[in-house]
């Protein structure tokens, strides 16, 4: 039988709950068990030091017998019963512990149906998430092997971004000598080593940033996007009435996605990314002159977009503080600096961040099953609107590429790989 466990890892994003869901319910329709990870690779590492509470034990039992569709589902009796309702109270170790509705101890969880309910409209990641030093390690990903073999798990679909699903292949590329480690010291019998032979793996891309190459989009950066637009049409209204400048310093990583779009669609008169920075060194001059010209064609309000990662053509930061003085000192503009920070990550998924993760996480099971010891990691994307699987590691190096093309002033390169059709 095929056993599937999800979980989320590195920075969270919206959408992250609903590629739970989704993988959650196509995996029973499809005949599998159902498993979620808490708290990312840490969760694997640390596995479950606890029993799963005894049957009936929990707030379903005391209300009387179980309905059968519940039956074999942890959650039911650790946590509180129905509309996926246990993580959402909180950390489950801090629920109480007396009458069994307690995740203390516990990280590979199983999962039914009613769990995952409604989960497709909640912000950030109900299953927790983690960045995990242990991980990294060779130990701990040798602690991880057991904890899935010890849960009889053999498949695994990871939702995070680029370093996540690195940290996957590696994990896969490493599974058989894990394995046979484990065999060796004791930890697992010969029957489990020779049932565990292979994992199964696949990858979901969940990142506001939306920098992963091979995919059209991230899950999570249509709702950042969404986010950041309309904090932008809120500044508008003030800057207008002032006419004021602003600059706004938006999220991304070495990513300039969410400002160049962000600038797009909700207006601005200058963006600084990554990929691409200003064509003029010193960058000053094209700025000011650009600004300039759109007040004298009548403009009130000024906005100068500013993705984190952004540099100069020399790979100096660009930093908003540094753009406000700028356009204080030389055009005289009263200008003031709004840093959006987390705001753009939490929160609601917008439509199309439950969509995605939705048909993604039916690709993925599909994946998962057809899987073979032969066949490479995917990663599950979106192509012209058509869901795909590529080879994960593929996918994982195209990206590294762009960074090393803007670490060697690439830029027209970056560009290229960021998106094929681009043109100077
Ligand atoms: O990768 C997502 C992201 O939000 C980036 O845009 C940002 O650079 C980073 O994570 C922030 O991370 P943290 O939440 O750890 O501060």
């Not at 005289?332 to 709004?338: A, C, I, M, S, Y």
């Not at 994307?381 to 803007?406: F, H, Q, Y």
Request: aromatic residues 6%; charged residues 25%.
């Amino acid at each position: 039988k095929t056993k599937i466990a999800v979980l989320t890892s590195g920075g969270d994003s919206a959408g992250m709950n609903a590629v739970v869901r989704s993988i959650v319910k196509f995996g029973i329709i499809k005949g599998c068990e159902t498993y979620v990870v808490r708290e990312g690779y840490e969760g694997l590492v640390k596995g479950n030091s606890r029993p799963p509470p005894h049957r009936g034990n929990g707030l379903a039992g005391l209300n009387g017998p179980l309905p059968a569709k519940f039956q074999d589902n942890d959650f039911v009796h650790n946590l509180r019963f129905g509309d996926g309702g246990l993580l959402r109270e909180g950390e489950g170790d801090s629920v109480d512990d007396t009458n069994g509705k307690s995740l203390k101890g516990r990280h590979i969880i199983r999962v039914g149906w009613d769990d995952v309910r409604g989960w497709f409209a909640e912000g950030g990641t109900l299953i927790g998430t983690a960045r995990s030093k242990a991980f990294r390690t060779p130990e701990g990903r040798l602690a991880a092997a057991q904890n899935l073999i010890k849960e009889g798990i053999n498949a695994l679909a990871i939702c995070g971004g680029d370093g996540s699903l690195t940290g996957a292949d590696v994990f896969r590329a490493e599974w058989p000598q894990l394995v046979a480690r484990l065999h060796t010291e004791g930890k697992i019998t010969e029957d489990e080593a020779k049932a565990n032979a292979h994992l199964r793996i696949v990858g979901l891309v969940g990142s506001i940033d939306n920098d992963m190459s091979m995919t059209d989009l991230t899950i999570g950066a249509p709702t950042a996007l969404h986010r950041i637009c309309e904090a932008i049409d809120n500044i508008n209204s003030t800057a207008f009435s002032h006419s004021r400048a602003f600059v706004l310093e938006v999220m991304g990583r070495h990513c300039g996605w969410l400002a160049l779009l962000a600038g797009v669609s909700a207006g601005a008169d200058f963006i600084f990314i990554p990929e691409r920075p200003p064509a003029a060194n010193p960058w000053e001059d094209e700025m000011c002159e650009a600004i300039h010209r759109h007040r004298v064609m009548g403009k009130r309000k000024t906005i100068v977009i500013v993705a984190e990662g952004a540099h100069d053509a020399d790979l100096n930061p660009i930093r908003a503080e540094y753009v406000k003085d700028v356009l204080t000192d030389r055009l005289g503009l009263d200008t003031r600096v709004t840093t959006l920070g987390h705001t753009q990550r939490g929160g609601r998924p917008c439509a199309f961040d439950r969509i995605l993760p939705t048909l993604q996480g039916v690709e993925a099971v599909d994946a998962l099953l057809e899987a073979t010891p032969d066949t490479p990691s995917y990663m599950i994307g979106i192509c012209e609107n058509k869901i795909t699987r590529v080879p994960l590691m593929e996918a994982v190096a195209m990206t590294a590429s762009v960074a090393d093309a803007i670490s060697q002033k690439d830029f027209a390169k970056a560009m290229a790989l960021r998106d094929p059709e681009f043109r100077e």
